[in-house]
């Protein structure tokens, strides 16, 4: 998460908790473990910044709706489920916000056996974890963080970077997979619900981009003189792809992570180490409504692959997040 997570504060302030001993025998196994019901247990609460106390209210609701809509259709097991969550928003992260971002989270805190206790049938709730979920409403925070507002015009880039085009997938748009670590099966999920078919940003064609990146270099050649003629190049090939035809300028910015500011040309969509250059869609938006109210969702599923605890109850908790109920939210 981005400047308002508090997932490794959250972790690292929980307190290694005991529980009764009833389902288990004279030993602990992690067999044993798994069969014991979980508990939910409400973790220390994140920030609330620049949110108007109506809208707090509101957006609290919004919140206990969703967290009534999973606890009532999924029962944890093996594990204690802690959930936190946000609100409001840094004003300088975005121009004009019509809607408050804020959010709900769930760790998945596995039970695990005492080793160093002498009594082999002690065990404890694990005190950070790799699994997780994410219910956020009015921000995309994997998206150098899409606001329901435009990008601050003194942003460094002016653009956002898409990893994928999302997929349309009963009613609701699949934003990708994504592996969250080289060395483990770490995985993330993500969901993006919105009114119809619409989306909550829009695809920056490759004019803008080259404008874009002019303005960035002009700026950079002017705070760094000594490295203009290094820069010249890019700048020179980026004034020649804008004399090419309309129909060429028109289409969507694909571009290459390591290729900014240093313009050699766009590349295909899905080449590896590409992005599509995006930007908030403020016609999106209804903009009549309260900053409480969702108007779009994306929910992130986070799972370490392997380990039956967080498998099984991940799988239930993605039965129980349903998707068509929160899309029922937006614009209330």
């Known amino acids: 998460m981005k400047k308002y997570s508090i997932a490794f504060i959250f972790v690292t302030m929980l307190v290694l908790t005991s529980f009764a001993q009833g389902n288990l025998t004279s030993d602990c196994s992690a067999e044993k ?78 039970y695990l056996c005492d080793g160093n206790s002498t009594d082999k049938s002690k065990y404890y709730v694990d005190i950070s974890t790799p699994t997780t979920v994410n219910i956020v409403a009015n921000a995309m925070y994997w998206l150098n963080n899409l606001y329901a507002a435009n990008i601050p015009v003194d942003d460094f880039r002016g653009y956002l970077k898409l990893e994928i085009r999302p997929e349309r997938k009963n009613g609701v748009y699949f934003m990708g997979k994504k592996k969250e670590s080289y060395n483990e099966e770490i995985y993330e999920y993500r969901w993006l619900i919105t009114y ?49 035809p309309e129909s060429e300028l028109s289409k969507d910015a694909i571009c290459m992570w390591n290729d900014e500011e240093r313009f050699n040309g766009f590349v295909e969509e899905g080449t590896r180490g590409s992005f599509i250059a995006i930007k908030p869609n403020l016609s999106y938006y209804k903009k009549n409504l309260p900053k409480s109210s969702p108007q779009f969702f994306t929910v992130v599923f986070k799972i370490a692959m392997g380990d039956p605890v967080f498998e099984a109850n991940m799988a239930a908790i993605e039965k129980a997040v349903d998707f068509t109920k929160l899309k029922d939210m937006l614009g209330k």
């Open 196 to 244: 119809n078919d619409t989306l909550p940003f829009t695809y920056i064609s490759r004019k803008e981009y080259l404008l874009l990146q002019k303005k960035r270099l002009e700026k950079s050649i002017l705070d760094s003189p000594g490295e203009k003629e290094y820069l010249q190049k890019y700048f020179n090939n980026i004034s020649e792809y804008l004399k090419k």
């Open 33 to 110: 473990l798994r069969q014991i019901p979980g508990t939910w247990k409400a973790g220390q609460q994140g920030s609330i910044v620049n949110v108007a106390a109506t809208d707090l209210i509101k957006e609290k609701a919004v919140i206990a709706d969703i967290h009534n809509m999973i606890s009532s259709n999924y029962n944890p097991k093996g594990c204690q489920i802690a959930y936190s969550t946000v609100f409001g928003k840094n004003p300088s992260s975005g121009e004009t916000f019509i809607a408050d971002p804020y959010y709900y989270a769930m760790y998945i805190l596995r």
